[in-house]
């Protein structure tokens, strides 16, 4: 088993700033991605970024590339999702998750693990 903590959401003005984190403990894997979803009230859970645990690339949705920036700490077990000039449509639950069956993943049924989810709230 694998347990996610996810922590750094928050309120805040269109513009701002916000840094995710995602602590991952338990059982290890090899070749394995990480990935930041959102979900915002009435829609889909979608992916956000993604990245590789062992090679580092990354992969971004289209609406967030040049502004959100996933990284990892291989020391400490935690990706990250620096958000910049976050707009409030970005208002959703962020859920890390952990894939434990490839190095890409892009899709929410390839995630075998999920973090409890952090509020984003950004207002206008």
């Known amino acids: 088993q694998v347990q996610l903590v996810a922590s750094g959401g928050g309120s805040l003005q269109a513009g701002d700033s916000l840094r995710l984190s995602c602590a991952a ?5 090899s070749r394995t991605a990480r990935g930041w979803f959102r979900q915002a009230p009435g829609k889909e859970r979608e992916l956000v970024a993604g990245i590789s645990w062992s090679l580092g690339s990354t992969y971004y949705a289209e609406s967030v590339k040049g502004r959100f920036t996933i990284s990892r ?22 859920y890390c998750a ?3 069956f490839g190095e890409v993943a892009v899709r929410r049924q390839e995630y075998n693990y999920w973090g409890q989810g952090t509020q984003v709230t950004v207002s206008s």
């Open 73 to 94: 700490d291989n020391a400490k077990n935690t990706v990250y999702l620096q958000m910049n000039s976050l707009k409030p449509e970005e208002t959703a639950v962020y």
């Open 98 to 100: 952990y894939a434990i």
């Open 25 to 29: 403990s338990g059982r290890t894997f």
